[in-house]
Every structure is written in C-alpha cells, then in structure tokens.
C-alpha cells in the first residue's frame, strides 16, 4: 500500500467511528463468552455460516464469503500469518452479524482471484469491517495505554513499539499502523512507508530483531474441506433440501473452491 491510500483510509476511518459504535459496543457486552477472542468470532461465525478454513492462492484475500441458493459460505485463507487470519474472523464477523446482505458473492461473479482481491480492496463495506475489526482487537483505550507505556520503556524507537503492538495486540502490522494514525497517536505518515512496504517475512525480521515471538506470523496451513461431508450429511438426515439440490449446489462450491485453493 502507498502512503497517499494509507492516508485516504486514515481520513475515511475517522468519519466511521460514530457510524459503527453502536455495533461494536452491542459486540463488546458479550465479553467473549469466556472464550479467547478468535474462538469467540469463529464460534459466532459457526453458527451463522458454514465455515471453512482453506489454503487460497492468493494472500490479498483474508477471507472470501458467498452465497449459493440461501446457503452462506466463509473461506477463510489458512495461508495467511495467524495474526491476519484472527483479523479476518472479525472482519466477516461484521458482514454476517451487522450487513446481512453485503458483499455475499456467489461463485459464478468473479472469475479469477485477481478480481476477487480488486473488489475487496476497493469496497465501502470491506473497509466498515476492517474498521470493525480493528476496534474489537485493538480497544481505543486498551491501545493508547499500551502504547503510552512502550513509548516509555522503548523512547525513539518505533520498531520496537510496533512490534510489541503487533504481539500484544495479535494485530497484522498494517492494522497497528492504521490504529497508530486513527487514534492520532502519530501525525507523521513519512514513517509509515517503511512497514508499508514490508512482506510478511520482513515482518517476521522485525519481530525477531525486536526480541519478539514470530509466531502469529506463521500461516495455519491447514485445510477442513471434509467438514463439506459432514455438512452435506446433516442436511441429508435433516431433509432440509433434495439431493439434486444438493449435488448441484456442492457442484458450484467445489467450483468456487477449486478456482480460489491452493491445489489441484
């Protein structure tokens, strides 16, 4: 990402906090349940959608959601570092739990995965959800105190903040960098392009140079496409749709799946 979109995000997240906090205050009063906050919005997602987790092809697409006959499918990409893929359960948390009828492609709208990456970047709601999502991870309060205290134990060293943010927080860097400017913790947007630039194993160096544990920069890499099996099953016992129905709908997710995984 350029600085001049970077700043363009900054600028438009400001203008959604009062839009968006009724939804992440109603979010918030269920304090997790008792469960680590990504198990929180896995569960949550569980039960409103069919959940998979599989390996995309390509690493601009956190998580992809479609609609095939009134069934709700999420992807999310096992690809990605955990840090983002954490992201990313709260992200399409937000489309499922607060825009029940937004962005629900279906598999026969997008050819390629280039496309699926363009309209993601450049849709109002996938910006609503990030916004979403960087609120519930990195609480306004929570983070301008973690911050205040690392500005003092790290002075003149922002490698070393952001890196502690990112663990801290199990925050992709370009989220802690969005935070940092949104809540006007840094004016300065010169520092940014640094880590704008960054690759994932550049951030993975970051962390390691700051004495911090890379691990939420590891993908998952795991894939629960059996899951499909059991799904079709309970639909079965349950005679909740015919089998041809059935078969033609698998016939158009595998197609989805099969254009956007990793594989054969």
């Known amino acids: 990402m350029d600085v001049e979109k970077f700043i363009r995000i ?28 990504v198990l929180y919005a896995t569960k949550c997602l569980a039960e409103n959608v069919e959940l998979f987790v599989l390996p995309l092809k390509s690493k601009q697409i956190g998580g992809l959601h479609c609609r095939i006959k009134n069934n709700d499918f999420v992807i999310l990409n096992s690809n990605l570092p955990r840090c983002k893929i954490i992201f990313t359960s709260f992200h399409d948390l937000y489309h499922y739990k607060y825009q029940p009828s937004s962005t629900k492609f279906t598999a026969e709208e997008f050819c390629t995965v280039e496309e699926l990456a363009d309209a993601y970047s450049i849709d109002q709601a996938e910006i609503e959800a990030n916004f979403f999502a960087a609120n519930i991870i990195m609480e306004p309060s929570e983070f301008k105190k973690a911050y205040a205290a690392l500005s003092v134990y790290y002075p003149n060293d922002l490698d070393a903040i952001v890196s502690n943010l990112i663990v801290n927080f199990s925050a992709p860097l370009e989220a802690v960098l969005l935070r940092l400017f949104e809540l006007e913790l840094l004016s300065d947007y010169s520092v940014a392009d640094k880590y ?24 998952l890499g795991i894939s629960n496409l059996s899951k499909l099996d059991v799904y079709i099953e309970k639909i079965l016992e349950y005679e909740l749709m015919s089998k041809f129905d059935i078969a033609h709908n698998k016939e158009r997710l595998m197609k989805l799946i099969k254009r956007v995984t990793v594989g054969d």
């Open 196 to 219: 704008l630039n960054m690759n994932d194993d550049e951030v993975i160096e970051l962390l390691i140079d700051n004495n911090c544990d890379k691990v939420l920069m590891e993908p």
């Open 10 to 37: 900054v600028e438009n997240n400001k203008g959604l906090e009062k839009a968006l906090l009724p939804y992440i205050n109603d979010f918030k009063k269920h304090q997790w349940d008792g469960l680590a906050p």
